[in-house]
């Protein structure tokens, strides 16, 4: 159907409304539910309610461009046979055509095989042919020597001395080898499946029928066994191989080579070792997997390099119930969570993408997982399938993926999403023309996962078709709903875009179990975007909230800051004042009192009662103390200390000390005795340091110069007692 | 005795007994140092050194005329920073040194700098008859109370007690007393006790001892900030420890200078029995002029006086001989 001329705006058609039937899934909640009715109103047109199913001539807008042909301005080429084929049995064809191509290694490593044999062949005939053998070619000279001479001489010449450990070893390898190579004859291929699986696929039709290993059940332990089993005989064949070629080289050596061949094991692999690694591959219904789903997982361990193939039939995708749609659907992820794979999930709507695939997975040295989605039985029944199967893919359903472990180590970037519809963006959109009136416009419509669920008919009876006004600022594009949060919905009614068998739009609205599964879908695949490195809203998000928090704390700090700073400036605008003050008052004093009123040590009395004795002094030690006090507390001059630090130069005793120290403060005077020459040539800590060092202590510190000094607290109180 | 009177005659104008004019030559603090002074820092030797120097400097001796004599000990490294004569003698022979220069010839002027050891110790022999023959010189003895130079060893001033390398565990005899030593010494002249971290009081002190006639005995108590740390460095701190000896004929210091003593005793040098008493004193450090007896006889004299010469002639006649090698600016 072609969007035709006389396309109209979306119009309210009232034959066309219904009331709806609502079918949940009975693990939805009750209470959700009825809330989610009150949400919706229901039109009783003619006072009944209906239970007709919506009309099947209505389809979800992806469906209805794809029944339609492609937009007007879009043109496709048309579909090749070998696209449209989407069953199973394609995925395994695809899959021989690829093994087929990798067993050209196994051609290699086979006439590598042949080789090492011939070798290993001939040198067993010289060394257990012994004199004999060597001499048969000497026959002519039968009658002229005699064969005891020529023994002795034949001996040195035609036949090898093997020493016995390594004939032992040439014999155990020709073995091997030999095994290995009627093995890898016709490709050391083995694809395990049930009975069942072989049966309703007719797998015979698509693999060559000696490759297929059917087993009636125990699938995978059954698989891992034979693949362990191949792996050690693999091993086994390389280590002959690798021994038999340096024989034939005649470059082995009991020294080095004997204890190396003795612990050889798989760690001795190397890279192109494992591409002639015997291949074993497990297909399999992907839901039959999940049944057994620790021995499916067991498969892909670590040091696995087994292969499977798991179909996902495209109707199981409707039919799913809530509780195993995630597994179902999130298997691949399981896998990749391993670590050690490659994992590939998509669909045939891109053919190339998946004979890619299984080329890479079959050069993959480990496990490997490919999960795709088909359609369920012949390849006539899948030809009508393709629209579901790229909406599946396109709407997020079942998104492709690739995942490439490299190392043991888990790199995002090795997630790629590339094969999907805008793998950037939460949704895939479409542009569409609409007319309206006389004019037609663009408009972009999101492919969501309902829109997927409902191209299937049966699907479709569970929708609500609304009525052009009815409420229509409640309503809410499904795209947009699925990206607001709860309470931003609240009271929304998400709908999906329907267009009628007259190609007029129409907006449906979901069941809540849709909704959830859209929501579960759509989360899902943000959470493959973010492992992918594409999805950065968590990570933006925790940025923004710690700039906030940044911002917040570097603010407080700020006005700490500058409530410290102003509390300084005061505090400095005070002592500037005062020591101006200061220095004004001392113009008012004589110099020649000065050095009294700065010295702290009050003048002892001499000239009366002065002690003659030792014993008068001691008697008297306390008048005099007292007297000195009394002195004390009334000085000649109260004057405060010196602003600046000084020397008492006479009381120096040139001990040098401070000179060493502080050398931008203290200089010697003529009389070598200490002066102050610069105040300010050091701290005003130093000096105080300075003073308490002076043996003498003529040193006076002062008053600090600089009152932005740290601790300047503590250092004028230690400069008290020497100003 | 003609010929003395010849000289007299001859000589007697001339103040500083050099006949050859020359240049007048103010002397300079730089003139009378030496190198750097490589004691530890904060040893008292730095402070008695600058103050040597300074008192040279004031009484205008000619560094050729000037010689420090010493012995052995971190103390006699001393005429090696000095700018003028020295001699760095054997372990405890500064004073027979020193008397041995003084008495050949009288014209110089000797500072003798010894150590506890160097003095007290080995040299305590000498140190008895150095005193006794009285030669005009200033012995510094710069007792520390320790063998510094060699790594801490007990002395003979060392308190009682003191923990050492030769004593691990602690001297067991009491220390000398180089005061009441020196005081009962025959003949002595001049005893004045000093400490090198008072520098007023240490200059005022040496000042008089270059100006006693005979021989001027200072002990200088001097701090060792390496070996006996704990002997002075709170004593140096506290001017409380002091005792100034104090008289006008004693160390004279300005007023202001000996009001910042807290205990000050009036002390006459002239008395010797009192001198003996405050030599004994030991809760604080006494510090002034002992004993001072400018008429005992001096040995230099009588040796001038055998020869028929007084001191004064025969420095006169000493110049006059090394008039010639006197370099003038003409």
């Not at chain 1, 919706?40 to 794809?66: C, E, M, N």
């Not at chain 1, 001499?135 to 010449?157: G, N, P, Q, V, Y």
């Not at chain 1, 070792?273 to 591959?281: A, K, M, Q, S, W």
């Amino acid at each position: 159907m072609k969007a035709s001329n006389d396309t109209n705006k979306e119009v309210y058609r009232p034959e066309d409304s219904f009331v709806p039937i609502l079918k949940g899934a009975a693990t939805i909640d009750q209470k959700k539910q009825e809330a989610y009715d009150r949400n919706l109103r229901v039109f009783f047109l003619d006072g009944k309610k209906h239970d007709k199913p919506v009309s099947t001539d209505i389809y979800p807008l992806w469906q209805a461009r794809s029944l339609a042909g492609r937009g007007e301005e879009e043109k496709t080429e048309p579909a090749s046979e070998e696209q449209l084929d989407l069953s199973g049995r394609k995925a395994l064809q695809i899959l021989s055509q690829q093994l087929a191509v990798y067993l050209e290694a196994h051609t290699l490593f086979l006439n590598r095989l042949k080789k090492a044999i011939t070798g290993l062949e001939g040198l067993i005939r010289l060394e257990g042919g012994g004199a004999d053998a060597g001499i048969d070619h000497l026959d002519f000279a039968a009658d002229l020597i005699s064969f005891d001479k020529i023994r002795s001489i034949a001996i040195d010449t035609v036949s090898s001395h093997l020493p016995a450990s390594r004939v032992k070893r040439l014999k155990w390898a020709l073995k091997i080898l030999s095994d290995a190579k009627q093995r890898y004859t016709g490709g050391n291929i083995a694809l395990f499946c049930t009975e069942r699986f072989a049966k309703t696929l007719d797998l015979a039709q698509v693999i060559e029928a000696n490759w297929i290993k059917k087993v009636p059940d125990q699938l995978c332990q059954q698989a891992q066994r034979q693949s362990a089993n191949a792996v050690k005989s693999f091993v086994q064949t390389m280590s002959a191989l690798k021994m038999g070629e340096l024989m034939v080289e005649q470059t082995y050596e009991e020294d080095v080579h004997d204890a190396y061949f003795d612990t050889y094991d798989r760690k001795r692999l190397s890279e192109e070792d494992l591409r002639f690694l015997p291949v074993t591959i497990v297909v399999e219904e992907s839901k039959n997997l999940l049944q057994h789903s620790s021995s499916f997982l067991r498969l892909l361990s670590n040091n696995s390099f087994i292969k499977v193939l798991a179909l996902n039939w495209l109707d199981d995708l409707y039919l799913l119930a809530d509780q195993e749609e995630a597994d179902y659907l999130e298997l691949a992820s399981l896998v990749i969570f391993r670590r050690n794979s490659f994992v590939y999930q998509g669909g045939f709507e891109q053919p190339d993408h998946f004979s890619v695939a299984i080329q890479k997975g079959l050069d993959f040295p480990g496990a490997v997982f490919w999960n795709v989605l088909a359609v369920e039985g012949t390849k006539e029944e899948s030809l009508s399938r393709l629209p579901e199967i790229q909406a599946a893919i396109a709407s997020r359903y079942f998104p492709e993926l690739e995942y490439y472990a490299r190392g043991n180590h888990f790199d995002f970037h090795q997630l790629k999403l590339d094969g999907n519809p805008s793998p950037g963006e939460p949704l895939a959109s479409i542009e569409q023309f609409i007319r309206e009136g006389d004019k037609s416009t663009g408009r972009i419509f999101s492919l969501n996962p309902a829109a997927f669920l409902a191209m299937r008919a049966e699907a479709r009876e569970q929708l609500m078709l609304l009525p052009s006004d009815y409420e229509t600022e409640r309503l809410l594009p499904l795209a947009e709903y699925l990206g607001l949060s709860s309470e931003e919905t609240s009271g929304r009614i998400p709908f999906i875009w329907m267009v009628d068998k007259e190609n007029v739009l129409q907006r449906a609205a979901i069941p809540l179990h849709w909704l959830q599964k859209c929501r579960s879908r759509f989360e899902y695949w943000r959470f493959l975007q973010s492992i992918a490195g594409m999805n950065q809203a968590h990570r933006q998000a925790t940025l923004a909230e710690a700039r906030i928090k940044w911002e917040e704390e570097k603010n407080i700090a700020l006005e700490s800051q500058k409530t410290l700073l102003k509390e300084q400036f005061e505090k400095e605008k005070s002592s500037i004042l005062q020591e101006g003050i200061t220095k004004m008052l001392y113009g008012f004093v004589y110099e020649d009192k000065l050095e009294e009123v700065l010295r702290e040590v009050p003048p002892a009395q001499v000239s009366q009662a002065v002690p003659t004795t030792p014993e008068e002094l001691g008697n008297q030690q306390q008048p005099v103390k007292a007297q000195t006090k009394t002195e004390a507390a009334e000085p000649e001059l109260a004057a405060p200390a010196s602003p600046e630090a000084w020397v008492e130069s006479d009381e120096c005793t040139s001990c040098k000390d401070c000179i060493v120290a502080l050398p931008g403060v203290f200089k010697y005077n003529e009389d070598k005795q200490a002066y102050v020459h610069d105040p300010r040539g050091g701290s005003f800590a130093e000096i105080v340091k300075a003073a308490e060092k002076c043996p003498s202590r003529c040193i006076h510190p002062g008053a600090p110069l600089n009152k932005k000094e740290p601790a300047l607290d503590k250092w004028i109180k230690r400069a008290e007692k020497f100003n | 005795m003609e010929r003395v009177k010849n000289h007299k005659i001859m000589f007697e104008s001339n103040q500083d007994f050099c006949t050859v004019p020359t240049v007048d030559v103010q002397y300079g603090l730089d003139d009378y140092g030496k190198g750097v002074a490589r004691w530890c820092p904060g040893c008292g030797g730095h402070s008695i050194l600058a103050t040597v120097q300074r008192v040279c400097k004031d009484l205008q001796y000619p560094p050729e005329k000037t010689v420090a004599v010493s012995g052995i000990g971190c103390s006699s490294r001393f005429p090696h920073y000095m700018g003028t004569y020295g001699f760095h003698g054997l372990h405890g022979r500064a004073l027979p040194v020193a008397s041995g220069i003084k008495f050949r010839r009288p014209d110089l002027n000797i500072f003798v700098v010894t150590g506890d050891g160097d003095c007290c110790s080995i040299g305590a022999g000498h140190w008895v008859h150095a005193l006794r023959y009285n030669m005009k010189m200033v012995v510094l003895l710069f007792d520390n109370g320790i063998y510094g130079l060699t790594k801490k060893q007990t002395s003979p001033t060392s308190p009682l007690g003191t923990h050492s390398n030769t004593h691990p565990t602690g001297s067991v005899l009491p220390p000398i007393n180089p005061l009441q030593t020196t005081l009962g010494f025959t003949n002595v002249s001049f005893l004045a006790q000093t400490t090198d971290w008072n520098a007023g009081h240490l200059y005022a002190t040496i000042k008089k001892a270059a100006e006693h006639p005979g021989l001027a005995f200072v002990r200088i108590v001097q701090r060792c900030p390496v070996f006996m740390k704990e002997l002075y460095g709170d004593v140096a701190s506290d001017p409380d420890n002091l005792l100034l000896l104090q008289h006008e004929e004693g160390i004279q210091l300005k007023p202001k200078k000996v009001r910042a003593f807290a205990h000050v005793l009036e002390h006459d040098p002239a008395d010797m029995s009192k001198a003996r008493e405050y030599a004994d004193i030991s809760d604080k450090i006494p510090i002034g002029l002992f004993y001072q007896n400018k008429s005992c006889p001096r040995y230099d004299e009588y040796g001038a006086h055998n020869l028929g010469m007084s001191i004064a002639d025969k420095k006169q006649g000493i110049e006059t001989l090394l008039d010639n090698y006197t370099i003038s600016k003409s």
